[in-house]
């Protein structure tokens, strides 16, 4: 049963869909899976969904769609300019703040849309057409409001919010100037560029206030972590490591096993290699790796490859859940149906659950201290 389908089967009235699936699968497909009884918006969905909840008609709204027939033609994805969004009330966001680290944490989003090529990834800019848009005054002046709100520390959820270092450096000197306390950062980073960033620059960058980076390696196999977007060697990949662990920052790592074509040696050497990292630090909170199963998104380049060699929309979107024996990461444990790698589902979550069972995650990472 497709994520859709199930979304069919658990409400029986009217309902809104939206999201990356939903803007890059075809009309046919939602109809088929979701009924009449459905309103389609594509791009941004803020304003549409707070005119829909004001009671506005879904008909007359712009950028709703209604899979009935009544429309004739896709619907238009909406754009929004970041700078004019309004700021989130965070009082009305249960689960912030995040207590880590003896200080409170909240999540921001600083842009829309990814300039990376990443094969597997529908948020690409090159892969579901959404304009890249991002605006660091607008970044700062939320900074500030969490900061009145009491934020000791900012994540930032955005996949890859940085064109380089540089661009880092800058946004992270930038608040520093402007906001009045010593912030925590917990970022994502390009892997690429993670080799050209001297020991120096880490301590300054440590300095600043960084606590954690997330780096998406994916593949122990470098021809395949290449096609699969993340350009470095296994060499600077453990110095890179080893650089942040000495400069005290802790490292997120996230693997993905089950890529279309990847060989039953690949995926075992990929856990293999998560193991093997998240033994680098004495301590072993400072790196927490993840080993996801590869499920096909709609709009990446994968996503095409695979429906030109025959899959169909149906086929690709026929997720399965799976059961993991350590409960605690069952949040992400459900993977395509398809066989799509040498090795078969079945044995791929095998690979997970085992990793899993190891110990060479750790959940809570410096949670408490």
């Given at each position: 049963?497709?994520v859709?389908?199930?979304v069919?089967?658990?409400?029986?009235?009217?309902?809104?869909?939206g999201?990356?699936h939903?803007t890059?699968?075809?009309?046919?497909?939602l109809r088929?899976?979701?009924?009449g009884?459905?309103?389609?918006?594509?791009g941004?969905g803020?304003?549409i969904?707070?005119?829909?909840l004001?009671?506005?008609?879904p008909?007359?709204v712009?950028?709703?769609?209604?899979?009935?027939?009544?429309?004739?033609g896709?619907?238009p994805?909406?754009?929004?300019?970041?700078?004019?969004?309004?700021l989130i009330?965070?009082r009305?966001?249960?689960?912030?703040p995040?207590?880590?680290?003896g200080?409170a944490w909240?999540g921001?989003?600083m842009?829309?849309?990814?300039k990376?090529?990443?094969?597997?990834?529908?948020?690409?800019v090159?892969?579901?057409g959404?304009?890249?848009?991002a605006d660091?005054?607008?970044a700062?002046?939320e900074?500030?409001?969490l900061?009145?709100?009491g934020?000791t520390?900012i994540?930032?959820?955005?996949?890859?919010?940085?064109?380089?270092?540089?661009?880092l450096?800058s946004f992270?000197?930038t608040?520093s100037a402007?906001v009045?306390?010593?912030?925590?950062?917990?970022?994502?980073?390009?892997?690429?560029?993670?080799k050209?960033v001297?020991a120096e620059e880490?301590?300054?960058?440590?300095r600043?206030?960084?606590?954690?980076?997330?780096?998406g390696?994916?593949s122990a196999?470098?021809?395949?972590?290449s096609?699969?977007?993340?350009?470095i060697?296994?060499?600077?990949?453990e110095?890179?490591?080893?650089?942040?662990?000495?400069n005290?920052v802790?490292?997120k790592?996230?693997?993905i096993?089950g890529?279309?074509g990847?060989?039953?040696?690949?995926?075992?050497?990929?856990?293999d290699?998560a193991?093997?990292?998240?033994?680098l630090a004495?301590?072993?909170?400072?790196v927490?790796?993840?080993?996801?199963i590869y499920?096909?998104m709609?709009?990446?380049?994968l996503?095409?490859?695979?429906c030109?060699?025959?899959?169909?929309?149906?086929d690709?979107?026929?997720?399965?859940?799976?059961e993991?024996t350590e409960?605690?990461?069952?949040?992400h444990?459900w993977?395509?149906?398809q066989?799509?790698?040498?090795?078969?589902?079945d044995?791929?979550?095998a690979?997970?659950?085992?990793?899993y069972?190891?110990?060479?995650?750790t959940a809570?990472?410096?949670?408490t201290n």
């Open positions: 049963m497709s859709l389908e199930a069919r089967i658990s409400f029986s009235g009217p309902i809104v869909v999201g990356p939903v890059n699968v075809s009309l046919d497909y088929r899976t979701l009924g009884a459905t309103y389609v918006v594509r941004d803020e304003g969904m707070c005119r829909l004001d009671g506005d008609a008909h007359e712009p950028g709703v769609h209604p899979l009935d027939g009544s429309a004739t896709s619907p994805a909406i754009y929004l300019r970041i700078e004019e969004l309004p009330d965070r009305f966001s249960e689960g912030e995040v207590h880590r680290l200080g909240y921001l989003t842009s829309r849309g990814c990376f090529r990443c094969s597997f990834c529908s948020g690409s090159h892969s579901n959404m304009p890249y848009r660091a005054d607008a700062v002046r900074i500030e409001h900061v009145g709100l934020a520390g994540r930032l959820v955005d996949d890859l919010p940085f064109l380089g270092k540089k661009a450096y992270l000197k608040v402007t009045p306390k010593r912030l925590a950062w917990d970022i994502n980073f390009p892997l690429q560029y993670c050209t001297t880490w301590r300054m960058l440590r600043l206030g960084l606590e954690t980076v997330t780096l390696v994916e196999d470098e021809s395949l972590r096609a699969l977007g993340k350009r060697h296994s060499a600077d990949l110095l890179t490591i080893e650089a942040l662990l000495d005290g802790a490292v790592l996230y693997f096993i890529t279309p990847e060989r039953a040696s690949s995926s075992r050497d990929t856990v290699l193991v093997s990292l998240s033994r004495a301590d072993p909170a400072y927490d790796c993840n080993v996801f499920k096909p709609p709009g990446s380049r996503w095409t490859e695979l030109e060699g025959g899959y169909t929309e149906t690709l979107l026929a997720y399965a859940d799976f993991l409960t605690e990461f069952q949040k444990a993977r395509s149906s066989k799509l790698a040498e090795l078969p589902p044995d791929l979550t690979l997970v659950d085992a990793f069972q190891r110990g060479s995650h809570a990472l410096r949670a």
